[in-house]
Nanobody
Framework: VHLVESGGGLVQPGGSLRLSCAASGSIFRVDDMGWYRQAPGMERGLVATITSGGRTNYADSVKGRFTISRDNIKNTVYLQLNSLKPEDTAVYYC??????????WGQGTQVTVSS
């Protein structure tokens, strides 16, 4: 099983990005999926999670600006990032619970918010 992220990049403050993370491999069940981020010198922290039923949870710092969603047919999770701030700059990692006992991480995608 692999998670592959895409969609990171450089954006100006106030701009938007959309991240995608697709799970592939021998998959018969995907439960919670989520996004975490790690800025330089900081620990990795929660951004948002979503259950297979669509229930979402967000870090306070991104509520109202970021939206997590998923496509259960494609085993893909998305993160729409709006009203980006310089403090959102980090490597964003996808995470998923797959096949009951497996917890998987993507390789990370860099998001840089700078003018």
């Amino acid at each position: 099983v692999h998670l592959v992220e895409s969609g990171g990049g450089l954006v100006q403050p106030g701009g938007s990005l959309r991240l995608s993370c697709a799970a592939s491999g021998s998959i018969f069940r995907v439960d919670d999926m989520g996004w975490y981020r790690q800025a330089p010198g900081m620990e990795r922290g929660l951004v948002a999670t979503i259950t297979s039923g669509g229930r979402t949870n967000y870090a306070d710092s991104v509520k109202g600006r970021f939206t997590i969603s998923r496509d259960n047919i494609k085993n893909t999770v998305y993160l729409q990032l709006n009203s980006l701030k310089p403090e959102d700059t980090a490597v964003y990692y996808c995470n998923a619970n797959i096949n009951f006992r497996g917890n998987y991480w993507g390789q990370g995608t860099q998001v840089t918010v700078s003018s």
